[in-house]
């Protein structure tokens, strides 16, 4: 059983006190925490006075917390061992029995309704050309069975595919300077992993990716915040070439991770002149530049944002364009970084599946005819949920986006976080807005991605609405709800 010191929960909880009762906004955010895999199951809370201490609270207001957490079942006492946070049991005291409780990984509360829809994830279903690409790569493998199947590099032919596409997107690109991932978010941590040394600043964005953050710090790196903000009526919205120019100079990061086509999760696109002058700034400063293209090509009327020139390390992805489940990225670099990415692979894991990079060498060549289909279902999700939102919960400030998978919804108060707890009780499962900043901000903010189908995305408007009330009220959360659509 481990044991959560009280500045290491400080730092974890961030900015977490709101508009209402300070112990009602410190239970939700530790409940969040804990649903959201951020703090593991079985792990002691500080004493209460500890705590109180760490955050300028009464003893009273910590006390009164914990209380409010054993009654949602997310917190118990263990006779010598103090306060424990654990996900509540499943079972039928935990749902009806003729429920089935969702499971999804390390953000699931087995005490939630069944999950009507997950917002958690910004993707969408597999593109139709998966499946034709799937009993075509069948086919190709026979010719890689007489070899050991440990694909460091990757597979030729995707590595060539990749490299094709940035070719004729004004990038010259060889098959050597690609090294295929498992995904980006694996590409991010080994470049993490293979750059960074302990102590390292690491420029990101705030909010942003969040996987990203939590590659930086495990790799040692300490986050350097830069703003992004969503577009609005007469604002843009994006990131600040004062605020960049100056965090590069002040802190002359290592390393700068950036998401400028329809950044996750504000939707925003950088501008060409702001991306020469970021690849200016990068060199400059002796900052190594990555550039997570993922969202790239998610604009809803074709709009592909530009390249960023120079020595700059591309990340990118098909879990958005053709499908999550294929778990294939890659990294574009010079060639001797990529050698030495894969170096640095080898005692984590010993390379790609074959199988699937065969199925997206496939599917690569012919993406240019699947993107109008896949931008065009995304504007219509997109504006089923903008239009469901603005009828149901009118305060709600929805911005505008021209692209990506998300929106990045500001709440008229700081509840973001009771907010999810709430929704989780009614089936709907979402990330509240601290989870895609630096140090907790965002409680004002919750990101909705419109990958599911219209009626889901309306369905889930309409339980959202009920918890914020729930949310807002500060009602006290029944383990179950009997819920009707």
Request: charged fraction near 20%; aromatic fraction near 4%.
């Amino acid at each position: 059983m481990s044991t959560l010191s009280a500045s290491a929960l400080r730092h974890l909880l961030g900015e977490w006190r709101g508009d209402g009762p300070a112990l009602r906004a410190l239970a939700d955010r530790i409940a969040l925490l804990l649903l959201d895999g951020r703090i593991p199951s079985g792990t002691r809370l500080p004493a209460e006075r500890e705590l109180a201490a760490a955050l300028s609270v009464s003893r009273t207001t910590v006390a009164a917390a914990y209380a409010r957490l054993r009654e949602q079942h997310h917190l118990h006492s263990v006779r010598g061992s103090g306060s424990v946070l654990t996900l509540p049991p499943t079972g039928p005291a935990a749902a009806p029995p003729h429920r089935t409780t969702p499971t999804t990984g390390p953000t699931a509360d087995p005490t939630a309704a069944p999950a009507v829809v997950d917002l958690t994830r910004a993707v969408l279903p597999a593109a139709p050309v998966v499946a034709d690409a799937v009993e075509a790569a069948a086919a190709d493998l026979r010719a890689h069975l007489p070899g050991d199947g440990y694909e460091l590099l990757g597979v030729p032919a995707l590595r060539q595919a990749v490299a094709d596409r940035y070719t004729a997107r004004g990038l010259p690109t060889t098959a050597e300077e690609v090294l295929v991932t498992l995904g980006a978010q694996h590409a991010v941590g080994l470049l993490c992993r293979a750059t960074l040394r302990p102590g390292d600043r690491v420029l990101v964005e705030s909010p942003g990716y969040p996987h990203a953050l939590d590659a930086a710090r495990a790799a040692g790196g300490r986050p350097v915040a830069v703003p992004v903000t969503a577009a609005t009526a007469g604002d843009p919205g994006g990131w600040d070439e004062t605020v960049l120019d100056d965090a590069f100079t002040r802190t002359r990061p290592s390393l700068a991770y950036l998401m400028p086509g329809f950044q996750n999760p504000t939707g925003a696109v950088m501008p060409a002149a702001l991306r020469r002058r970021v690849v200016e700034l990068a060199r400059r400063h002796g900052t190594r530049l990555v550039v997570d293209e993922t969202t790239n090509e998610l604009g809803f009327h074709g709009d592909v944002p530009p390249p960023f020139p120079g020595d700059v390390l591309h990340v990118g992805s098909v879990a958005k364009t053709l499908w999550g489940g294929l778990r294939i990225g890659w990294v574009r670099a010079d060639a001797r970084t990529v050698r030495h990415l894969a170096a640095h692979r080898a005692p984590w894991e010993l390379g790609t599946p074959v199988l699937e990079q065969l199925v997206v060498a496939r599917c690569l060549p012919r993406l240019d005819d699947v993107l109008p289909g896949r931008r065009a279902e995304l504007r219509r999700r997109h504006d089923a949920l903008a239009a469901e939102l603005a009828a149901t919960v009118p305060e709600w400030d929805v911005p505008r986006v021209d692209g990506g998978l998300a929106l990045w919804v500001q709440l008229p108060a700081a509840l973001s976080s009771a907010l999810a707890v709430a929704a989780r009780r009614y089936g709907v499962l979402l990330t509240a807005g601290p989870r895609f900043g630096v140090d907790g901000a965002f409680e004002r903010h919750l990101r909705i991605p419109f990958g599911a189908d219209a009626p889901a995305l309306r369905s889930a408007v309409h339980l959202l609405a009920r918890a914020w009330q729930d949310a807002g009220a500060g009602a006290p959360l029944p383990r179950s709800f009997e819920v009707l659509v």
